[in-house]
């Protein structure tokens, strides 16, 4: 698969809705998961809403027939036991008939609309199984046959109903209308309706319709339904605010930075939509094995019938028949081609729930195969924010010397400024600062309550022939340089914090079997070996372009391995291409992410890549669990029912009795916990 192909189209090339194959969905097979937000043609929220409540009022209604043919089935049933008199002729096959019709006209009308194309489907043989026992008079079993079949079906619908109800509330009930910030006041108006550049309101307690940039001085958030982290998340003015976060604190404004259907949100919806084109290996084996299969088992059963003809004296062609369509049912392929995709969509809707966003059941299993994981530093393994590690200082006053140079350096925008800055808190603006020149490259000079301070690194000092201890130098961490009035003050240390669960995401991954743990970094070296000692890491490289990341991935993949390259998505872009699994780390604000990544994590936290292999994992053991379920019980049936010692009813057990308990195998990764 050229994956870089597969990622690369747009949602509406590339959208195609789940296969789940039933007589209800097989003219539109569904789910089609997040429909009700935006579909893949740009219909509104409110129309995908309206098409899936109906589809939801139509699987209900459509329990009413099936209880209705249960009970002139279970009826039928007990008339015959009782051996009631009036019970037979054309009332018995009546009564049976009705209680057929209710529940099979839409396999028979599918197997016979499928003639034009294929005819060798599970339709097929259903409707020449259960019409033949009609024909022989064995009624009550081929009403239960098909009965059966179709509460499976109601299974599934149930399931995925679930299913897309589940992933829906997780990540998409955002509020229709939203308040217009206008020259006469706030205006109630459609979200869908906001321009980019617009101001709306957001009051205390509200959701966030639509991304935008905070205008308010600062406001906190609950961002568990796009991060699924339950601490709030403060955000200050100019900073980004997601469609889906709850307002916490106070009446906001946002001016808006994306339409209603290009938010963050709404390509995560797509993407999920999107999910269900891309089909694991096991899916398209599944798929291809039914199309060779269900003709052999049918030209089987034809054999079944007929061969016997030569070779039996005492041969009865209905005894011969009912056999024949025994083997018919078992051989129908319902339990896997159901659950096997059910399976894989289970999978993709509880990493939805874990913060993870697959782009396509594919990646579930190739997350399963990977021995090599690969990360970036900053963002991934680090939280991306500068911060104060060390303050010393040769003078006597401590608080005076931070609170000076942040003084200083408030006059900067530059990052490490700013982490000093946020260290010393609003002590600073005490003092007086004027003078301030800033020298590239090397730092600032400036007078701070009438003293010269210079801040910057070893080349500043050097300049004004300032003297100080060379060991500065060695010093692996970020340092900045204090002079006062041309005299060594002391140092501040600066550095990228290492996240909290790092070391448990490196514990995590090696449990699951990842062999090989890299980390790629543009820092500079000496920081990227001391991370890689402190987190035990196999091997890590610092100072690197985007195009050396390439050719250290390169090399891995040369290697054998199966590599997972987790970024931030941007700068990372050609390295997470390459990968054989590529993960965007924290990407909800970022289209690169979205559009060059195979799995999204919603949340800046690493222990999530160990998430996403252990529910590839699961995903995958329960798929296999029902092949060997299907396949072991369809081949014991299979040789008792064409030895005549397997009835009916044991053909019923062998399809829609196993197909049930795939189907819950299946639905089972739904209740699992992962971290």
Known sequence: MNKSDSTSKSIEEDFKPLEITSPRTAEAPGPNVGAECCTADGRTKQAGAMEHEHAEEEAKSSYIPTAISLVLLLGGILLDYLDTPWFSGYVRLVTYGIAYVLVGWRVVWHAIKSLRSSFFNEFFLMSMATLGAFYIGEYAEGVAVMLFYVIGEHFQEAAVLRSRRSIKALIDNRPDEVGLVTDDGIVTVKAKEVQVGDVVQVKAGEKVALDGELLAEKSSFNTAALTGESKPDTKKQGETVLAGMINLDRVIELRVTSAYENSALSKILKLVEEAGSRKAKTQQFITKFAKVYTPIVFFLAIGLVFIPYFLVESYDFNQWLYRALIFLVISCPCALVISIPLGYFGGIGAASRNGLLFKGSNFLDLMTQVDTVVMDKTGTLTEGVFQVQRVETVLPEKEWFLSAVAALESKSTHPIAQAIVSEAGQVYQQHVVSEVEEISGHGLKGSVDGKLLLVGNARLLDKYKVPYDPSLKEIVETIVIVAVDGTYAGYITIADKTKEDAPLAVKRMRELGVKMLVMLSGDKDSIVQKVAAELKLDAAYGGLLPQDKVSHVEKLKAEGRTVAFVGDGINDAPVITLADVGMAMGGLGSDAAIETADVVIQMDNPAKIATAINIGKKTKQIVWQNIALAFGVKAIVL??????????????????????????????????HFD
Request: glycine fraction near 12%; aromatic fraction near 8%; hydrophobic fraction near 70%.
């Open 639 to 672: 040789i008792l029912g064409a030895g005549g010692l397997a009835t009916m009813w044991e053909a019923v057990f062998a399809d829609v009795g196993v197909a049930f308990l795939a189907i819950l195998n299946a639905v089972r990764i739904q209740r699992m």
